[in-house]
């Protein structure tokens, strides 16, 4: 699980820097940036599927 969300991560990091024109010397910047948005759709996820009420519109 761990592998599969570090991968999910770097993904996106890539997508953030080539989106950023690929500066270099900004790789911290892109991967924290990631990881704030994978672990953030992971929480949200992970909520969702503990508690289908969330989703319901009763």
Do not use: C
């Amino acid at each position: 699980m761990q592998d599969e969300l570090e991968e999910r991560i770097r993904h996106r990091a890539q997508e953030l820097w080539h989106a950023q024109g690929q500066p270099e010397g900004r790789s911290e910047e892109f991967w924290l940036q990631a990881e704030n948005e994978v672990r953030g759709e992971k929480e949200t996820y992970d909520q969702l599927k503990s508690d289908p009420s969330i989703t319901t519109n009763s």
